[in-house]
């Protein structure tokens, strides 16, 4: 199986600080890496994604940022703050279709006040 | 309102006591798929379908089965189900070629 290996675990940010959260793929045919954000008791939601052919993706406070010779790509959600408090994972498509999705393991991110 | 709908939320069964998770999206949308979420393994892929009577398996499709009938509806159905099922289940869907998977509530089961 494909994977995406996500890092660190979990993350515990101050609030205005810079939460980074990373992650690998192995495989160089992979064309769409979206970030899904979960809340507890919710389902994933995406969040924001990438195609490789930008290195850098900005939403409001979320960016991704992209390296495609390293095969890694990164969440940074600048001027965290405590709402964005959830389990974040990243992820990429497999069988040729942007909704079948691999995930990695996901990331717990805590924003104290 | 467009959505994924799953049912139960909630369930508690014992060892070996067929059950089966409904789940529905009023999206129109191809594909659907069964994910589990256990601590520190993420979001595992169990079974998907790429439109009605076309499934394949996931990740970890061991103890699973899945049907799709309808367009409509993606049951996941465990024959027999064992303790080690214990999880928590997604069913997501997505229209083909689109950059969004659209994920239900959730539901927890517990083997016991």
């Known amino acids: 199986q494909q994977q995406v290996k996500q890092s660190p675990q979990s993350l515990i940010v101050q609030k205005g600080g810079i939460s980074i959260i990373n992650c690998a793929y192995e495989?160089?045919?992979?064309?769409?890496f979206p970030w899904y954000q979960q809340f507890p008791g919710k389902g994933p939601a995406l969040l924001i994604a990438?195609?490789?052919?930008?290195s850098e993706k900005k939403e409001g406070r979320f960016t991704i940022s992209f390296n495609k010779s390293a095969k890694q790509f990164s969440l940074h959600i600048m001027d965290s703050q405590p709402g964005d408090s959830a389990t974040y994972f990243c992820a990429a498509p497999y069988g040729g279709s942007q909704g079948n999705l691999i995930f990695g393991k996901g990331t717990k991110l805590s924003v104290k006040p | 309102e467009a959505q994924v709908t799953q049912n139960p939320r909630y369930l508690i069964t014992v060892t070996g006591k067929k059950l089966t998770v409904t789940c529905s999206q009023n999206?129109?949308?191809?594909?659907m798929s069964w994910y589990r979420q256990d601590p520190g393994l993420g979001l595992r892929q169990i079974y998907y379908?790429?439109?009605?009577?076309?499934?394949d398996k996931g990740d970890v499709p061991e103890g699973y089965k899945v049907s799709r009938k309808e367009k409509r509806n993606f049951p996941l159905i465990l024959e027999s189900p064992s303790p080690n099922q214990t999880s928590l289940y997604f069913c997501a869907s997505s229209l083909w070629g689109s950059d969004e998977a659209f994920f239900g509530q959730g539901t927890r089961l517990t083997v016991v």
């Open positions: 990438i195609r490789p052919d930008v």
């Open positions: 379908s790429m439109n009605v009577e076309v499934t």
């Open positions: 495989n160089t045919a992979f064309d769409y």
């Open positions: 999206m129109n949308h191809e594909y």
